[in-house]
């Protein structure tokens, strides 16, 4: 029977879980109003996740099929690999899906539940040393998502072939997106930070640039463009919110999406949270999809491209005393 392979990002909630899952040799995922998905199929998934958080449309869709994933496809036996940074963890699925009842009582709890062994003693490996296959595999945004599995079973049942990497960086990555959030990081602010999103964004969009906004129609706001190959046009929006000032709203949402031509694809950067019904207006428009980057999701993106920023970067991203102990 073949073994299937699977990605699991550590950051239900998007609150960093890496030293949970070692911790507790496991992988979870949040969305813990749903209640104990045991014996559930896709489509009482999709009900629960429509009833306990009133998503719609595309969000609905793309949720109920990662929460699917997670609780009916993986299987005992299946590897996993989990996306942190640069750096990637590998392991084995020891016991199928459980709910963990005493983590639901939070709204950001994490109680569904994977057993999971990892290899090389619970050490990373560096993405930047896997072959092309697994790499670029690996860029997918998705919480949960399938993996070319001989790809990863090379990886671990080959161990020789690879070095694992000792780290502190789930310490510095968690305490650097809280700091991000909370609008403490020296250095960034809205000026700043735009710039530091352009430099990140442009390893996934080469071309991006900066959009003068004065010809804009009023209320449209883009602050960077790219057009890619095929007659992709992304937009992206840049939000330096503080913590402190509330999530994300839905204002920044229709900003952006006034400013797009149908057919275009729009990104909302935000150092913070977005609120709920911001997501559901983003996803809810399919001629002018919008996908949102929160703070904590900004942050593992700044460190899976660590190798590829110079000391101007790093200075400018606030990183370089967090990274001067490494």
């Not at 997670?70 to 084995?92: M, R, S």
């Not at 305490?175 to 403490?184: C, D, P, T």
């Not at 996934?204 to 463009?225: E, S, V």
Request: net charge negative; with cysteine; aromatic share 10%.
């Amino acid at each position: 029977m073949s073994r299937n392979a699977w990605a699991v990002r550590p950051y239900p909630h998007m609150i960093y879980r890496v030293g949970e899952f070692l911790a507790n040799r496991m992988a979870a995922i949040g969305w813990a109003a749903t209640g104990d998905l045991t014996g559930c199929d896709r489509e009482q998934i999709n009900r629960k996740l429509r009833e306990f958080y009133q998503y719609e449309g595309a969000r609905l869709a793309q949720s109920t099929g990662t929460v699917d994933r997670f609780v009916n496809q993986i299987k005992v036996g299946d590897a996993v690999a989990v996306p942190d940074g640069g750096k990637i963890y590998f392991g084995v699925v020891t016991t199928g899906y459980s709910f963990k009842q005493h983590l639901a009582t939070d709204e950001e709890g994490y109680p569904h539940w994977i057993g999971v062994d990892y290899r090389f003693e619970g050490q990373p490996i560096l993405r930047s040393e896997l072959p092309a296959v697994l790499y670029d595999s690996l860029k997918g945004r998705q919480a949960v998502f399938s993996l070319p599995a001989d790809a990863v079973w090379d990886v671990i049942n080959d161990p020789s072939r690879f070095v694992a990497v000792d780290t502190h960086d789930q310490e510095v990555k968690a305490r650097y997106a809280e700091r991000l959030s909370a609008g403490n990081v020296p250095g960034i602010n809205s000026p700043r930070f735009e710039k530091v999103v352009l430099k990140v964004l442009s390893f996934y969009f080469p071309g991006l640039y900066r959009l003068a906004t004065t010809n804009a129609p009023a209320g449209a706001d883009t602050d960077l463009k790219a057009a890619l190959p095929g007659g992709i046009v992304v937009r992206v929006q840049v939000k330096c919110y503080r913590d402190d000032r509330g999530s994300l709203r839905e204002d920044a949402v229709r900003q952006l999406r006034d400013s797009m031509e149908l057919g275009e694809h729009g990104i909302i950067v935000t150092t913070n949270r977005a609120s709920e019904s911001a997501q559901n207006l983003a996803a809810s428009d399919s001629l002018k999809p919008i996908g949102i980057i929160d703070g904590p999701e900004f942050a593992q993106l700044v460190f899976d491209n660590l190798d590829r920023l110079n000391d101007e970067d790093i200075w400018a991203l606030g990183l370089r005393t967090a990274l001067a102990v490494r």
